[in-house]
C-alpha cells in the first residue's frame, strides 16, 4: 500500500488552510500545486504528514485573462512552427 506522506493546503480568504488533497511526494505536490493554481490561483502550502511541518509553500496571482492570453500564446507559436520550416535553408 502506497501512503500519501504531503497534505496540499489552500490559503482561505479567512486566512484558514482548506485541505485540498495528498501526495506521495514532495515533487508530486509541488507539480499539483502548479496545476491546482491555474485553476484556481491562491497561496498553497504542502505540510509533511511525519514531521507535521511546512516543507513548501508557493503564491500563485494570475487573472483568467492572463492564463487565457498566455494559452493563445501558445497556440499562435504552435501554429507557427507546423508552418515554418526547421532550419533556414532548404
Known sequence: MVTQSY????????????WVEAAHDLESAKTRIIEL??????????????????????TVVASPAARATSAESQKATQSRMETEPDTLWK
Open 7 to 18: 497534505d496540499i493546503f489552500r490559503r482561505g480568504a479567512a486566512g484558514d488552510h482548506i
Open 37 to 58: 493554481s491555474a485553476e484556481k490561483p491562491g497561496q498553497y502550502v504542502v505540510f509533511n504528514q511525519r514531521s507535521g511541518r511546512m516543507v513548501s509553500s508557493g
